[in-house]
């Protein structure tokens, strides 16, 4: 199980963290192909914003801008990454 983010996919303007997460989305694929013809799992989850603790923003607008580029209009939480990792990681 890998934990990236959805800049392996998406422009952050941080050429070597994107890279990097590029990096972690190739390698699931390839470990995937490798493993899956003989039942091993390999996934990844790429959260969007996730912040480790409240983000102040200085304005409406900036939080406004920020919540418009996210399709459910928030931001997401540790819990719910936390349930997608446990869903992945279950036998069932």
């Known amino acids: 199980m890998f934990v990236s983010s959805l800049h392996?996919?998406?422009i952050r303007t941080v050429p070597h963290y994107?890279?990097?997460k590029a990096a972690v989305a190739m390698l699931v694929n390839e470990l995937?192909?490798?493993f899956g013809p003989h039942g091993i799992?390999?996934?990844?989850?790429s959260p969007g914003f996730v912040p480790k603790a409240p983000v102040p923003?200085?304005?409406d607008t900036e939080r406004d801008?920020?919540?418009a580029l996210i399709p459910l209009g928030r931001v997401?939480?540790?819990r719910q990454v936390a349930k997608v990792l446990a869903v992945l990681l279950?036998?069932?």
Do not use: K, T, Y
Not at 41 to 45: D, E, G, L, S, Y
């Open 90 to 92: 279950c036998d069932q």
């Open 65 to 67: 801008r920020i919540r």
């Open 18 to 20: 994107s890279a990097s």
């Open 41 to 45: 799992r390999v996934n990844a989850v």
């Open 76 to 78: 997401g939480e540790p």
């Open 8 to 10: 392996d996919s998406f």
């Open 57 to 59: 923003l200085a304005v």
């Open 32 to 34: 995937a192909h490798e």
